[in-house]
């Protein structure tokens, strides 16, 4: 399997589940522990424009972010990006297996990557990644899930993600409900898992 390189400026499908489909999402507190970390180590490194948090695997669309003018890392931002994302699941797993008395591996390895090359298909991984838990039966309104984008979207309460670029992706707010509720009428939630 080819590793796709996360090239600064790029935006990308970065996704991974649990080692041998197990849940990585233990308890509602594990949701809101992991997206301190992706705060902590993903922040710096990319600009986040949806997610979704499921019992066992995640998904986040987001930009690698150009290396800054006055980074201590400008020669090696590559590694350092890679370096951040092996933080936040090398932290995280060691959380959950002393929490959870369980050893070994948490995620699958590598974690999953797609490079978004087109407008369209960044619709359409918003739509997707916010509607995963109804695609999943976790939930009967994808609306209505906690560890999704979708509502910190629509809201105007301070939030990680790059909520204005994200809207006009959509031509602003009601295009972007619009947009949901028609893709999950006309289109099979199954493309991309």
């Not at 109804?134 to 910190?152: T, V």
């Amino acid at each position: 399997m080819k590793i796709t390189t996360l090239i600064p400026g790029e935006n990308y499908h970065i996704y991974n589940r649990g080692n041998n489909r197990e849940n990585i999402f233990i308890e509602e507190k594990n949701y809101d522990y992991f997206m301190r970390l992706y705060r902590k180590y993903i922040d710096p490194i990319a600009e986040t424009y949806a997610y979704c948090l499921l019992r066992n695997h995640f998904h986040f669309l987001m930009q690698i972010k150009v290396v800054p003018q006055d980074c201590q890392f400008s020669e090696g931002w590559q590694s350092y990006v890679s370096l951040q994302f092996r933080n936040l699941f090398s932290t995280y797993s060691k959380a959950i297996n002393k929490a959870y008395q369980r050893t070994g591996s948490l995620f699958e390895k590598p974690f999953k990557r797609r490079h978004v090359s087109n407008d369209a298909y960044f619709r359409m991984l918003v739509v997707y990644i916010h509607q995963n838990p109804q695609k999943h039966g976790l939930i009967d309104d994808y609306r209505d899930w906690r560890f999704s984008s979708y509502q910190a979207i629509l809201r105007r309460e301070p939030t990680i993600l790059e909520r204005d670029k994200v809207l006009s992706w959509f031509d602003e707010g009601r295009s972007f409900s619009d947009f949901h509720r028609m893709w999950i009428d006309e289109n099979d939630l199954d493309i991309i898992d």
